[in-house]
């Protein structure tokens, strides 16, 4: 494994700038060898101690160590692109119809994004249709911004949906489709107490309305839609079967009275329907051909298709996928809304948060998203969402386009007492390889004050170290030294105990800064110093050295994406 783990670093290592990034290669090693994910408290210490040896190698010695060890990792990294969702039974020249299906009870999440994803991939395989159905029979937990937020959220995914349906403008279909059941005598209307409703359903017997006429249920029916009953005094109920195996398919209910005001409709409805039945008009009259959906639908799917089989439609084929567990992340509507009007959260886009809002305030690539879904399959087995992955495709997507800068945090000024200047010609876009972006950013440092991190002064007062593109230097208490720009003895000599290829190289500024914060996930926020030149690249993603890749949204500010 730990051949197999030095080849991975010195690939990842010969893709950035001859640096290995110790998160990058811990998510290849995951995704390769997924059982040493149990073994991650001993394997990332490992991996760390390789990637600093992998990070003193030639490329010549890099590619040895591959080709050598692990030559199969080549073909792997060739093949990653390739990957894609397995092919759908059943369709038709016609395409498919599939539809996303959220509730505005807030912008989309990262979570949400797997539904968006996973059926949008296979409406651009197959052509059809793409349906975003929102549904909002729950005016209780309704966001009235949010209908317009999740379709602003899915067109930042590139999920271009054909069909926009909002469920709150098709009662009278609903309405209509329950009085047939009814009528049929595969529904019913109760007033007995939903309590008892429930103690029998679990034993498995019938409740009075269930075995009265069609007549006397249709007259209740009738009072109930015009709003003749208080909440909690009826409730309309679908018929299956009270001897099933599993007490949550028996008789279930699909409407009930709801007494305060839709954000769209107002009191003109008092019967709201119930999730299981609106779905399963809904994908009828839509002509769902295939429904993709987490495996907690799956008793829901068993209920809805016994509406199917009563009015004798064709039922589509359902996909059910295991649960994604999204650990480190906010993504609970109502405590987001609780959050914001406390002043917890800024706002839905806030970096805390884990709303597709955020990730893009934060700067993440929704390609990354797909990337990782896509990746992930649609397999039945539960799974916990890897932010390591997730940030490592992210990086791949970003790397060449983002500018090198140098963000000091918590800045230390030590004095440069130097008679003379240096110059320093530090590479912008190292990793593009796109016409115009060969820039570098030219610095001449004199007499004066250089300025590195607190953190770096902590670790390297008394030591030598190297500034990146400009030379070797001593650090001491408030001042720091140049001792020269290239190995020769004066550098040799302050350096007896340390190889000078182990020399640390660290980041700093001089008379080019200016002050600077960093929002970051945790709701920790990096107060320091960013180079002036990042002001010319606002709104972008810039990879600040040594500390992590930031969006520069305004000459005060970023938000942190990820290391």
């Known amino acids: 494994m730990r051949e197999k783990i030095r080849a991975i670093a010195s690939l990842n290592a010969l893709e950035h700038d001859g640096k290995a990034e110790p998160n990058s290669v811990v998510s290849k090693t995951i995704g390769l060898f997924p059982e040493e994910r149990k073994n991650l408290k001993s394997l990332i210490p490992m991996i760390k101690e390789i990637v600093e040896e992998v990070n003193s190698l030639s490329k010549e010695e890099k590619n040895a160590i591959i080709q050598r060890d692990f030559p199969e990792l080549l073909v792997t990294a060739a093949k990653e692109d390739e990957k894609r969702l ?105 007033t007995t107490p939903t309590e008892e409703f429930k103690a029998k359903k679990q034993k498995g017997m019938p409740i009075k309305e269930r075995d009265e006429s069609p007549e006397e249920n249709l007259e209740r029916w009738s009072k109930m839609v015009s709003g003749e009953y208080e909440k909690g005094e009826v409730y309309a109920v679908v018929k299956t079967d009270l001897d099933h195996p599993n007490p949550a398919i028996r008789d279930f209910i699909a409407f009930r009275i709801i007494d305060i005001p839709h954000p769209l409709e107002g009191d003109k409805y008092k019967a709201y329907p119930m999730m299981n039945f609106s779905v399963a008009i809904d994908d009828h009259y839509l002509g769902l051909t295939h429904v993709i959906r987490g495996k907690d639908h799956i008793a829901n799917t068993e209920k809805q298709k ?92 970003i790397d060449n386009r983002s500018p090198r800068h140098f963000f000091v945090n918590q800045p230390v000024y030590l004095d440069f007492d ?62 720091i030294h140049y001792v020269g720009t290239s190995i020769n003895e004066d550098v040799q ?45 606002l709104g972008t993603v810039h990879q600040f050295e040594r500390y992590g890749y930031v969006n520069v949204l305004n000459e005060k500010e970023g938000y942190f994406t990820h290391p």
């Open 86 to 190: 397995p092919d759908l039974p059943n369709v038709e020249n016609s395409g498919v119809v599939m539809r996303l299906a959220p509730s505005p009870s807030g912008p989309l999440h990262i979570g949400h994004a797997r539904m968006s994803i996973l059926n949008d991939e296979y409406f651009r395989r197959y052509g059809g249709k793409l349906i975003l159905r929102i549904e909002d029979t729950n005016p209780a937990n309704i966001e009235p911004a949010a209908y317009q937020m999740i379709q602003d959220d899915l067109k930042w995914l590139e999920v271009n949906f054909t069909d926009l349906v909002v469920q709150s403008k098709r009662f009278d279909i609903y309405y209509d489709e329950m009085k047939k059941l009814i009528e049929m005598g595969k529904a019913y209307v109760a």
């Open 418 to 479: 130097f008679e003379g200047t240096l110059t320093a010609d530090i590479p912008l876009f190292p990793q593009s390889n796109r016409a115009g972006e060969h820039k570098n950013r030219h610095y001449t440092v004199g007499k004066g004050t250089i300025i590195i991190s607190s953190q770096d002064y902590q670790k390297f007062n008394g030591e030598l170290v190297r500034l990146k593109d400009l030379g070797y230097f001593k650090i001491e208490p408030d001042e």
């Open 306 to 397: 016994y509406i199917f089989g009563y009015r004798n439609w064709k039922v589509p084929y359902y996909l059910h996928y295991g649960k994604v567990s999204i650990e480190h992340s906010i993504l609970k509507t109502s405590l987001i809304k609780k959050g914001i009007r406390s002043g917890e959260f800024s706002g839905w886009d806030d970096p805390k948060l884990g709303t597709l809002l955020a990730l893009k305030k934060r700067g993440f690539d929704p390609l990354a998203i797909r990337k990782y879904y896509v990746e992930s399959g649609i397999g039945s087995v539960d799974t916990t969402f890897s932010w390591e992955i997730f940030y490592s495709f992210n990086r791949k997507i």
């Open 493 to 537: 000599k302050w350096s007896p105990n340390k190889p000078l290829g182990k020399v640390p190289i660290i980041h700093w500024l001089s008379g080019n800064e200016i002050p600077f914060v960093v929002a970051k996930p945790d709701g920790t926020v990096d107060t320091g110093l960013v180079e002036k030149n990042a002001l010319n690249y």
